[in-house]
């Protein structure tokens, strides 16, 4: 190995250190918080404070913050926010709405700024501290506070600060790809190949300092299947990348949730048992941050051939234009406003398809989760520390799936969509199965069908995280198929928007159900509506005219409009 190949090799290490460590922290808050003990914290917090239905005048707890819940815990809890009464259910459901609402804006606002090399690693940073902070500060506020309303606004900056940093996390992916050892021994040889051409001399004069992922077609067939194994390396650089981060995250969450067992079993899932859950991992989430904070570059862009000093971040790309922050945000919106432009859309149909499509997946999949944790907390009544099994059964199935899944796609050739069709119609049967507690012979407690036993919701657990886990994986890869050559960041960003803007729909749906019917079962019909309305849209996806149109697109700024040639 040359002393050049060394250098490079050295900064992959590290760098993927960095980004894989900023994985290990932050996906300790989605699991252990936001899709478990947040929704559980919250609520709890409105039942200490709520009264019992229909005279409003017995505590819903008593005393607050009681270890043990009695029996007036199981009827319908409300709490008075203003004027209004709402469930105790669903004003957690409602801030979730609220939280992930603000985290779609705040994505579209710092889009250009996540693309700006120097910033790029600042803003992952201070979202990240933003996050951590809010979540750790439940540990200082207790339920029985005057202002346990506090709650609402420190979940609401936990999930914005996890969103955001996220954003800027993943757009470090393509360029740790493409410094990844065997892409950049493929990349050297398709150079060397005979009449290779990566970019032409008409587009280099376009083309942004954000390297093309994936090289423009070659002219001679005889560097095409050269051409095909770079393709094929880089796609497998980003899957391997995107898997660890995915599983070391899991792993993350496994670990704290296991050990957040013991202070919630011992404490009889008290109040504050819950708080601490969240606490720590707000804890976990900075400590474990500080990795990325020293390895992560603060360049946005490696291309293989940069200069050393570039690639590590001890150099900025170079820029003719004043920076400015207000600048950038406004950009950001109209770059938006660019893409989703009736023009733009008809010439990448198939892509606005698929995000059509996964706007109502990824909403429906997160509504699932925390809807679950709600029905087995005021429906089957769970004690926290089944809550917490159901937590870790779910991220350690997951684990397996994503293995599983492409061991089926590979012996069965199937395509990643046909995959991502089954496995959206598997998940699909777990709302489903809810929906059969309705029937009058399943009714009642010590029954057994139609989630209507606690033991069921751990076998749906297990159920739903081997799907769930593949689910993630597959989702981004088809999309990666269907991105336009050399624009894969901007794309990504509205992938993530369109996750966030579609994500306070379900919560706040099934809120609206639990507050008119006291009855939070009758959201499995909706959850299942949902998933069901997309498989027909993903099923109307060309995939290889998504492919040639993606690779024939580009547009250009002009001023502050986006044209496409």
């Known amino acids: 190995m040359t002393q050049t190949e060394s250098a490079i090799s050295f900064r992959y290490t590290k760098q993927l250190r960095g980004w894989l460590s900023y994985a290990f922290a932050s996906e300790v808050f989605v699991i252990v918080s936001l899709t478990l003990f947040l929704p559980i914290c919250l609520e709890q917090f409105a039942r200490d404070n709520g009264f019992l239905l229909p005279d409003r005048t017995k505590p819903c707890t008593s005393p607050p913050n009681n270890a043990t819940p009695s029996e007036s815990d199981r009827g319908r809890c409300v709490v008075k926010i203003g004027w209004l009464w709402i469930d105790s259910a669903s004003f957690s459901l409602y801030v979730y709405s609220i939280s992930v609402a603000l985290q779609a804006l705040t994505v579209i606002s710092m889009g250009s700024i996540a693309d700006h090399p120097p910033h790029r690693k600042r803003l992952l940073l201070a979202f990240a501290f933003l996050g951590a902070a809010a979540a750790a500060l439940f540990l200082a506020l207790p339920s029985t506070s005057a202002v346990w309303l506090l709650s609402a606004i420190l979940a609401v900056f936990a999930n914005v600060g996890f969103g955001a940093s996220v954003v800027a996390m993943n757009a470090y992916l393509p360029s740790l790809a493409r410094i990844s050892p065997e892409v950049i021994l493929l990349l050297e040889e398709l150079e060397n190949a005979p009449d290779s051409v990566i970019i032409d001399n008409e587009d280099s004069a376009n083309i942004t300092s954000e390297e093309p992922l994936l090289p423009s077609p070659l002219p001679n067939e005889t560097t095409q299947g050269v051409r095909k194994q770079y393709d094929i390396a880089l796609s497998n650089a980003i899957s391997r990348i995107s898997s660890l981060g995915i599983a070391l995250g899991y792993s993350a969450g496994i670990i704290l949730l296991i050990l957040a067992l013991i202070p919630v079993t011992n404490l009889h899932g008290s109040t504050f048992s819950l708080r601490l859950a969240v606490g720590l991992s707000g804890i976990w989430w900075a400590v474990f941050s500080i990795p990325a904070a020293l ?151 010590g029954r057994f069908g139609g989630l209507t036993t606690q033991g069921e919701l751990f076998g749906l657990a297990v159920f739903f995280g081997f799907v769930y886990g593949a689910f993630q994986s597959y989702a981004r890869a088809f999309y990666a198929e269907l991105l336009p050559p050399g624009e894969e960041a901007r794309w990504y960003g509205l992938f993530s928007i369109t996750d966030k803007s579609s994500s306070f729909l379900g919560p706040l749906i099934v809120g609206l159900i639990a507050d008119g019917t006291g009855n939070i079962r009758y959201a499995f019909f909706f959850l299942v509506f949902m998933i069901w309305l997309a498989v027909p849209i993903l099923m109307n996806v060309n995939v290889e005219r998504g492919r040639s149109d993606a690779r024939a697109y580009h547009y250009q700024a002009v001023g502050e409009i986006y044209v496409s040639r």
């Open 295 to 445: 390895w992560l570059p603060s360049s946005s862009s490696v291309p293989a051939n940069a200069n050393p000093a570039w690639v590590d971040g001890s150099e900025t790309e170079p820029t003719n234009d004043k920076w400015h922050i207000r600048r950038q945000v406004a950009a950001a919106w109209k770059r938006l406003g660019g893409m989703l432009r009736w023009r733009e859309i008809k010439r990448l149909r198939n892509t606005f398809k698929y995000l059509a499509a996964w706007f109502l997946l990824s909403d429906g999949f997160t509504t699932i989760t925390s809807t679950a944790v709600l029905f087995g907390k005021t429906t089957l009544h769970m004690q926290p520390s089944a809550l917490i099994l159901v937590g870790v059964l779910t991220p350690t199935s997951g684990i397996i799936g994503s293995l599983v899944w492409p061991v089926l796609q590979r012996r069965y050739k199937w395509s990643n969509l046909k995959v991502l069709i089954i496995l959206v119609m598997l998940a699909s049967l777990m709302p489903a199965y809810g929906c059969f507690g309705f029937l009058p012979i399943l009714k009642g407690n």
